[in-house]
């Protein structure tokens, strides 16, 4: 039972490139979410989703979209990266909305 | 919108003392309050969690405490240890999807 993992770890990208990060879980969740933290900001919600084949926005979409065509997957997609998009990614999910459990997070550099 | 604040921003004790970090926030409709510990370079655990209807909760050492009227929690941790070093994270929950969070506590204590 792996919990919540996170793919990639690390990546750094040019300003325009898109990437796509992976969030996988195996615990039958059915609700899951993208979060970005900045430096003495704490956490902000991406998007979210509360179960396969629905998304929804958070509190900072632009600029992400993001698709969950199988449940145990979230993807979290970047079109046109850049340098503000500089963060640490983390993925979550939950049984309910009742409670989270967090992923390692992905480390993404945008120069 | 849903502010959420925490107090010190920091805070180095002595192995073997009892300490409280603070967490406030603006509205008080809220559906729970968690907690969770970071550690460096790796996601968030979750450590207690107060639905609205509860005024506190406890987990071995720790305790959290609720006052939804205003607008307050607390995390007290009982004879600190150095394994307790870590960020301190708290978190609020409305009726909605949306999670708040903190800037977090970053504690050490000190051998």
């Known amino acids: 039972n792996a919990g919540v993992t996170q793919t990639p770890k690390f990546r750094v990208l040019k300003t325009g490139q898109s990437m796509t990060l992976l969030c996988a879980q195996d615990?039958?969740?059915?609700?899951m979410y993208w979060y970005r933290q900045d430096p003495g900001m704490g956490l902000r919600l991406i998007h979210y989703s509360v179960g396969e084949g629905t998304t929804a926005k958070g509190e900072v979409p632009d600029g992400y979209n993001v698709s969950r065509l199988k449940k145990q997957n979230f993807l979290l997609g970047l079109e046109s990266a850049a340098p503000s998009q500089t963060s640490v990614y983390f993925c979550a999910s939950g049984i309910s909305s009742y409670e989270q459990y967090f992923g390692p997070g992905t480390r993404l550099t945008v120069t | 919108k849903q502010e959420v604040t925490q107090i010190p921003a920091a805070l180095s004790v002595p192995e073997g003392e009892n300490l409280v970090l603070n967490c406030s926030f603006t509205?008080?409709?809220?559906?729970?309050l968690q907690w969770f510990r970071q550690d460096p370079g790796k996601g968030l655990t979750s450590l207690l969690l107060i639905q609205s209807s509860q005024r506190e909760q406890t987990s071995g050492r720790l305790n959290a405490s609720l006052d939804k009227s205003s607008g307050r929690s607390t995390l007290y941790i009982a004879a600190s240890q150095p394994g307790d070093s870590a960020t301190y994270l708290c978190a609020v929950r409305d009726y909605g999807q949306n999670f708040v969070f903190g800037p977090g506590t970053r504690l050490s204590v000190l051998p």
């Open positions: 615990m039958n969740h059915e609700y």
């Open positions: 509205d008080s409709a809220i559906y729970n």
